[in-house]
């Protein structure tokens, strides 16, 4: 199992944000998180990454506990996260956001490679990898965003909300890129308030409500499950 997480408590204050959340994810797997806003998903994503500590539980990565690690070292491990919002540096270039990705590594020639297969991954940025990030689209920085994180050269992709606020045609063209980017052994945990599409995406899903994890399984069986048709795909 590449990812195991137990029973994780998180409490912002005195106001608990996660009441018990467990899942799992394989090697390759495609695993995503739906539910309502302040379901906990975000949360549970910036537990994984080490951005938030949980209280009680513990996060097994790899064969190794990293629920008390710094977030830093987490993405040494191979965990990136590419938090909702995009938050890609403004003021560089493409290269440069995507070259700050690859921070922890010191390998010349590896960096180089990856910049290459990101690139290839997103032909758009690589028109232009010297255009400053604060004059591009929404969905060009969310391409810079994913980018930047693969330059870390992660076995688990974390990602928030990609398709917020972006353009249907965008959206499809990011989804086609994950499912790519999946295929070639990176495992990754969707977190999309477009259940639909997320559920389409993934092969296990995981439906958080309050805090807790109300329902978990195959993607097709949630897709067909009735209250998640219901309260979640509209249907």
């Known amino acids: 199992m590449l990812l ?3 029973n994780i408590q998180v409490h912002y204050g005195h106001v608990a944000a996660l009441k018990g959340v467990s899942l799992e994810v394989e090697e390759g797997d495609f695993v995503t998180l739906i539910g309502s806003n302040g379901a906990g998903k975000s949360t549970t994503l910036r537990t994984i990454s080490g951005l938030d500590h949980p209280s009680v539980g513990e996060i097994i990565f790899n064969g190794q506990r990293i ?7 987490i993405v040494k491990m191979g965990i990136a996260h590419v938090p909702e919002g995009r938050r890609v ?21 590896g960096i180089e490679d990856d910049l290459e297969k990101v690139f290839q991954h997103f032909p758009r940025l690589l028109e232009r990898r010297n255009q400053s990030a604060r004059t591009m689209s929404g969905g060009e920085q969310q391409m810079v965003a994913i980018g930047r994180a693969l330059m870390s050269k992660p076995t688990l992709l974390l990602l928030d909300e990609p398709s ?29 308030q477009n259940a639909e599409l997320a559920l389409e995406l993934a092969r296990h899903g995981y439906v958080l409500e309050t805090g807790k994890v109300a329902l978990e399984g195959e993607a097709s069986g949630l897709m067909d499950n009735d209250h998640v048709r219901k309260a979640y795909l509209g249907i």
């Open 164 to 192: 917020l606020g972006l353009a249907p045609v965008i959206v499809q063209e990011i989804a086609k890129i994950l499912v790519d980017i999946n295929q070639q052994g990176v495992s990754i945990i969707l977190v999309e």
């Open 67 to 73: 629920e008390k690690l710094s977030a830093d070292k």
């Open 89 to 109: 540096f403004k003021d560089l270039s493409v290269t440069e956001n995507l070259l700050l990705g690859a921070f922890t590594r010191d390998d010349k020639q």
């Open 4 to 6: 195991e997480v137990n």
